[in-house]
């Protein structure tokens, strides 16, 4: 299982500070939807000059336009870009086509997706999908349970990740589950007392390891 | 019934000169979600300093974290900010909750949102509803209809606006129809060989007045 770390609702100088932090210890580093919907698409090359060990994957959410958001999101550096699963099927369609064709990924974002939308959606089989719970949502989701309901309904979706307010327990308990490739942690590690600490202990949790040796371990 | 002229894919420079030039010769000038997405919230505030007579729409299509992108949006000299009818009931809600608060106000995008999501998202009286047909979809959307058929199925909704691919034919019938408050116009306006003659023929289609004087006939 990865660990995806988000960075959100910081000034981008701050972001750059994280990233640059973070970067080889934690799999995956999240440009958050607010720094895209704050600084934009360009800001993406100020991360990316920072980050060279870790994945960046930019939180466009796109949900319209989809070839000219996601060549823009490659363009300046992004790896991975997220397209909201509430989209029409053409605009998936196209970021899906923008995405293998060089080689990156596209993850869909299931926030507030029902199942019979999920069905129409199926066939991206190297596309990422997203459980997310809404952050403005005020109920908690049981990881784990959600995990497994969606696995039985979904059995052919085989990349999965998890968003919306992850703790360490919870990404335990889905290391030990073993159906999600990608867990999205944001506040937890990124507003700790140490973020080098809870980072550290998130992978050590889910991999087994010391995140300080990451690159050796990889 | 307002004509919202759509500025999409253009640097920032050519969208503040294009915002000069419309301002005040179209009801709205929209920042379209490629220029939020290009260059984010903080690029709100050059559009707003050439904008000094008509009113300044952010296609921020909010989908998470209400709050904060709706207080950024407003903060940075937006009058309306976009929100996804797709969204959950919680995000629309406080995005509703920011816009009446400062006398803002809030659209909402209903791209691929079903009747049924509809229905639980319907308690929003002073938000203006945007039928919205998806650039991507190859398929081409009959405007009048469309409105008619909404209009039957959700008569409580009083203030509409339709958005998608709209032509001066379409938007002469629409006026016509008197069932919408706003017809969002994009290329059809910023990309016609003259845009001051074009923005000038919808106003006159659509209100019966040259866009010249519009300020004397407002």
Redesign the interface.
């Known amino acids: 299982m990865k660990l995806q770390t988000a960075i959100?609702?910081v000034s981008l100088t701050e972001a750059c500070h994280l990233a640059a932090q973070l970067d080889g210890k934690t799999d995956i580093i999240e440009m958050g939807?607010?720094l895209?919907?704050?600084?934009?698409?360009?800001?993406i090359e100020k991360l990316r000059g920072v980050i060279h060990h870790s994945e960046l994957l930019v939180d466009?959410?796109t949900?319209?336009?989809?070839?000219?958001?996601f060549n823009?999101g490659f363009k300046f550096g992004a790896d991975i870009i997220t397209v909201?699963g509430?989209?029409?099927y053409?605009?998936l369609q196209?970021c899906y086509e923008v995405s293998q064709q060089i080689n990156k990924t596209m993850m869909i974002d299931l926030?507030?997706v029902?199942d019979e939308k999920i069905k129409k959606i199926l066939d991206f089989p190297q596309a990422i999908y997203t459980l997310h719970h809404?952050?403005?949502?005020?109920d908690q989701q049981d990881a784990v349970a959600s995990v497994s309901d969606f696995h039985q309904k979904f059995p052919q979706i085989n990349r999965l990740a998890i968003a919306g307010g992850i703790d360490l327990k919870q990404a335990t308990a889905l290391a030990q589950q073993n159906l999600v490739e990608v867990v999205i942690v944001g506040s937890k590690i990124t507003k700790a007392s140490s973020m080098n600490e809870a980072v550290n202990e998130f992978m050590k949790e889910i991999k087994g390891y010391d995140s300080n040796n990451y690159e050796r371990n990889k």
Do not use: C, H
Not at 63 to 69: L, N, Q, V
Not at 134 to 138: L, V
């Open positions: 959100d609702r939807t607010s895209v919907k704050d600084y934009g698409n360009l800001a466009s959410k949900i319209d336009e989809g070839a000219y958001e823009q909201m509430a989209a029409s053409d605009t196209v926030l507030e029902s809404s952050i403005d949502k005020k």
